[in-house]
């Protein structure tokens, strides 16, 4: 019987190690991060409609006075009703400048004490102010003591005694509005807006002219202030008496 042929041993197959391949993903620049943040927060919503609110006295009201009583007289013997003297929108103003980065019941609070340092916001006299009378306002612990808003005033006082000579502050003003206040005929808080065209193209010449903090912002809310936007809520029970005021009796210069 012949030998019995050995067939050579297989090899074993070599084992193919299984490589699990693990994508890296580069890392995100600081950019991307903050915009994936933004991204990843919801949308923001609708505002608030905030309507009228009815007061103990049975009046509906704009609901930004609150039950203050201070504020609630403000907002219906002064709010929205048409101004047409000169002086006078020179001090609103001026008074909303100082308001810039506070609430408006904070000057409201300080008016008194801001005429008299101010010498009732005659514009004659404010123009003539020296460095010593500026120190001395900032020592008067009645009024918001800001050295900024102190000496832009004395510089506004001057601009608008070039402005009142030539053309008259309040017809400078209501020329704007072609002499009649805009009745919004709002019925929601959430309807209002911060400032309009109108208030941007208003704050870019008193600035040209040499007013200072009369921003887009600031001109919108004094707007509404002294009448010249009537945005008092329709259902708000001063909005009908404002609309009645609507037209300046005599065009002058005060």
């Not at 017809?171 to 805009?182: A, E, M, S, T, V």
Request: with cysteine.
């Amino acid at each position: 019987m012949p030998p019995t042929k050995k067939l050579p041993a297989k090899k074993p197959a070599a084992k193919t190690a299984s490589k699990t391949t693990v994508k890296v993903e580069p890392k995100a620049k600081p950019a991307a991060k903050a915009a994936a943040k933004v991204a990843a927060k919801p949308a923001a919503g609708p505002k608030p409609l905030r309507p009228p609110v009815l007061h103990g006295d049975g009046l509906a009201r704009c609901p930004w006075p609150g039950e203050d009583p201070l504020y609630v007289a403000y907002h219906d013997e002064e709010w929205g009703v048409p101004e047409w003297d000169s002086r006078a929108l020179f001090e609103k103003l001026i008074l909303d400048g100082f308001q810039a980065g506070l609430s408006w019941i904070t000057i409201l609070r300080k008016r008194d004490a801001f005429r008299k340092g101010f010498d009732g916001f005659e514009p004659a006299k404010i123009a003539r102010y020296t460095p010593a009378k500026v120190e001395r306002l900032m020592q008067d612990a009645g009024i918001v003591r800001n050295r900024s808003k102190i000496e832009s005033t004395v510089k506004s006082a001057r601009v608008w005694l070039d402005i009142e000579s030539q053309q008259g502050f309040s017809n400078y003003l209501w020329d704007f509005f072609d002499g009649k206040p805009i009745q919004a005929g709002r019925r929601h808080m959430g309807d209002i807006p911060t400032e309009s065209p109108l208030s941007q193209k208003i704050s870019k010449d008193l600035k040209t002219r040499g007013f200072n903090f009369c921003g887009p912002t600031i001109i919108y809310a004094f707007a509404q202030a002294v009448g010249m936007i009537n945005d008092h809520l329709v259902g708000c029970h001063c909005y009908e008496r404002c609309a009645k005021l609507a037209y300046r009796p005599t065009r002058g210069t005060t």
